[in-house]
T-cell receptor
């Protein structure tokens, strides 16, 4: 069964360092998303990506964040200068169509710990 | 702002008992509503979704949810809990017709005892 894969599963970094989280969406999917979940809090939408551009982003997704689909298969989330409050589980998701009709398929998550 | 509220961060039931997980949404326009489940060390998986067709929606693993506009609710139920149902359950809403963002509730952890 096709699945969304994320790497790394866990990354520990120092405050101020750049982090790149990688995702391989399901191959025929067209919509890509990043969500995050701070420990004990709700799953929060960060950004969605369609047709090689950001289609929607939340207030959380500020200038420190960027997304890229560099090679037609990977979908990456970059945090330029990490802060302590960026520590969270980051989930990548993909869907064949828009979320209202299509199902989002989530990866297992990448846990980011910022020290 | 769009939001969903899940009442009860933790629900405990006995095996074979009714499961009821509550979700209320805030909206002035018809929403699209979803329930996702997260098993330990796994990603979120869609259980069911409401997209303005039938108000009673059946999902996987014997779960169902009923959309009640008068109560702005979308509670998740299962007649008989199984040990394997122990997981975290998230209610989510989308209002954007183009539909690119899901807004999640805080989640409810379901524990099932034998």
């Amino acid at each position: 069964e096709p699945e969304v894969t994320q790497t790394p599963s866990h990354q520990v970094t120092q405050m101020g360092q750049e982090v790149i989280l990688r995702c391989v969406p399901i191959s025929n999917h067209l919509y890509f998303y990043w969500y995050r979940q701070i420990l004990g809090q709700k799953v929060e939408f960060l950004v969605s990506f369609y047709n090689n551009e950001i289609s929607e982003k939340s207030e959380i997704f500020d200038d420190q964040f960027s997304v890229e689909r560099p090679d037609g298969s990977n979908f990456t989330l970059k945090i330029r200068s990490t802060k302590l409050e960026d520590s969270a589980m980051y989930f990548c998701a993909s869907s064949e169509s828009s979320v209202n009709t299509g199902e989002l398929f989530f990866g297992e998550g990448s846990r980011l710990t910022v020290l | 702002a769009q939001s969903v509220t899940q009442l009860g961060s933790h629900v405990s039931v006995s095996e074979g008992a009714l499961v009821l997980l509550r979700c209320n949404y805030s909206s002035s326009v018809p929403p699209y509503l979803f329930w996702y489940v997260q098993y330990p060390n796994q990603g979120l998986q869609l259980l069911l979704k409401y997209t303005s067709a039938a108000t009673l929606v059946k999902g996987i693993n014997g779960f169902e949810a009923e959309f009640k506009k008068s109560e702005t609710s979308f509670h998740l139920t299962k007649p008989s809990a199984h040990m394997s149902d122990a997981a975290e359950y998230f209610c989510a809403v989308s209002y954007n017709q183009a539909g690119t963002a899901l807004i999640f509730g805080k989640g409810t952890t379901l524990s099932v005892s034998s």
